[in-house]
């Protein structure tokens, strides 16, 4: 299927009535309105993204979905890390920044599946650099999340150890953020 890609406003994408901002917006010429089929690889089969576009967009919603969902791991990702800071101080925040940091990483993989839907319906599945990326950092993230609690609740309360593990997630939430807004508005 030939892609094509345009810089600023994507309205030329004809069958988005309220696409996201951005210098890079690729879409299919093929996939026209109402055809939940044309991206289908399998002949026959409904193309569930498009469907759930379809959807939101008949009761109103006509907005991305993962910019919605973004604040929940990054806020709980960037607690995690004030309060395990704090906590050096005031031991006892110690397990409010574990708290912190189980919510962040439950949310992130409702996340990354909106970040998928939007990556796919947006962007046509495109594989730059910038999405590449994206995918490794949000499998990272989790990961480190749950190695800080677990070294949270095994080292020593003055440790610093989980802090630094805190400091990675919330380098980690900043490179998803940061590569989002270029994504988004370039
Ligand atoms: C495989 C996983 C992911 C993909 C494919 C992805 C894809 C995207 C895309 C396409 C955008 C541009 C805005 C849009 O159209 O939605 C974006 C923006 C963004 N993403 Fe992700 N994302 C992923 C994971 C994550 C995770 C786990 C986080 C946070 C922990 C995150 C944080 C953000 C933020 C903060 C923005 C900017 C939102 C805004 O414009 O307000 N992303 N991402």
């Given at each position: 299927m030939r892609r094509e890609c345009v810089q600023g406003d994507p309205l030329t994408g004809a069958r988005r009535s309220n696409p996201p901002?951005?210098?890079?917006v690729c879409y299919s010429p093929t996939r026209a309105s109402g055809d939940l089929r044309s991206r289908s690889p399998g002949e026959g089969e409904i193309d569930v993204i498009e469907l759930v576009y379809q959807l939101l967009?008949?009761?109103?919603?006509?907005?991305?979905?993962h910019p919605a969902i973004t604040h929940l791991p990054m806020g709980m990702t960037m607690g995690a890390f004030l309060f395990g800071v704090a906590s050096l101080r005031y031991g006892s925040l110690a397990t409010t920044a574990r708290h912190c940091a189980v919510l962040g990483a439950i949310f992130v993989p409702p996340t990354m599946i909106a970040g998928i839907?939007?990556?796919q319906h947006y962007y046509?599945?495109?594989w730059s650099s910038l999405f590449i990326t994206k995918f490794v950092l949000a499998f990272l993230l989790p990961i480190l999340l749950l190695s800080a609690v677990a070294a949270g609740s095994r080292e020593r309360a003055d440790s610093r150890f989980p802090i630094v593990l805190y400091a990675l997630c919330l380098f980690t939430a900043i490179g998803l953020?940061?590569?989002g807004g270029e994504i988004g508005y370039g």
């Amino acid at each position: 299927m030939r892609r094509e890609c345009v810089q600023g406003d994507p309205l030329t994408g004809a069958r988005r009535s309220n696409p996201p901002r951005g210098p890079l917006v690729c879409y299919s010429p093929t996939r026209a309105s109402g055809d939940l089929r044309s991206r289908s690889p399998g002949e026959g089969e409904i193309d569930v993204i498009e469907l759930v576009y379809q959807l939101l967009e008949q009761v109103g919603f006509t907005h991305p979905l993962h910019p919605a969902i973004t604040h929940l791991p990054m806020g709980m990702t960037m607690g995690a890390f004030l309060f395990g800071v704090a906590s050096l101080r005031y031991g006892s925040l110690a397990t409010t920044a574990r708290h912190c940091a189980v919510l962040g990483a439950i949310f992130v993989p409702p996340t990354m599946i909106a970040g998928i839907f939007d990556w796919q319906h947006y962007y046509d599945g495109d594989w730059s650099s910038l999405f590449i990326t994206k995918f490794v950092l949000a499998f990272l993230l989790p990961i480190l999340l749950l190695s800080a609690v677990a070294a949270g609740s095994r080292e020593r309360a003055d440790s610093r150890f989980p802090i630094v593990l805190y400091a990675l997630c919330l380098f980690t939430a900043i490179g998803l953020g940061y590569i989002g807004g270029e994504i988004g508005y370039g």
